[in-house]
Nanobody, 116 residues
Framework: QVQLVESGGGLVQPGGSLRLSCAASGNIGSVSAMGWYRQAPGKERELVAAITNGGSTNYADSAKGRFKISRDNAKNTIYLQMNGLKPEDTAVYYC??????????WGKGTLVIVSS
């Protein structure tokens, strides 16, 4: 089992920045990738960004150039730096862990609201 706890969400004005954190614990060695997903009201959950144990990254088109995913292996933590936030980025952001293309473990989510 892997436990994931997100933090860092909140209310931010358009154009602002936020950094989300996800602390992982448990059998972390059993997974090879972690990532961030989001779900906006009335929409399906979608991938935002993912990172493998080897450091390879993958971004949704909507995140490219504005968001950056990173990891601190010593802290078993991944981050999502979000810059240039837009109202359409408003969503619950979930941390996930598993394997490329198949996330198995999920956090409870952190709410990001982009509004003036």
């Amino acid at each position: 089992q892997v436990q994931l706890v997100e933090s860092g969400g909140g209310l931010v004005q358009p154009g602002g920045s936020l950094r989300l954190s996800c602390a992982a614990s448990g059998n972390i060695g059993s997974v090879s990738a972690m990532g961030w997903y989001r779900q906006a009201p009335g929409k399906e959950r979608e991938l935002v960004a993912a990172i493998t144990n080897g450091g390879s990254t993958n971004y949704a088109d909507s995140a490219k150039g504005r968001f950056k995913i990173s990891r601190d292996n010593a802290k078993n933590t991944i981050y999502l730096q979000m810059n240039g936030l837009k109202p359409e980025d408003t969503a619950v952001y979930y941390c996930a862990a598993g394997w490329v293309g198949s996330m198995h473990y999920w956090g409870k989510g952190t709410l990001v609201i982009v509004s003036s």
